[in-house]
């Protein structure tokens, strides 16, 4: 009976070249998924409260959180997330 398990692709950043190769993962200009922004948002209740739609998606996305509802359903879970209190 053979192995199930699968040797890993030598380059899983999509594009060949360009990068240093560190344990079989690409290293340099490409991106593997989703980074974690390096700074919190330092925003306000009332900078929430007014933010216009396009902000909030966003920085919703920016975190890899869910983008989705309406304005004030974005708006409630951007505060929910961001702030201390809430």
Known sequence: MGSIARPLPTNLGGVSGGGAATNGLQVGRERCGFQMPLHYPRYSRPEYEEMPEWKLD???AEYGLPVIGDVHHKR???MGAFLWSY
């Open 58 to 60: 966003c920085l919703l």
């Open 76 to 78: 409630k879970f951007a």
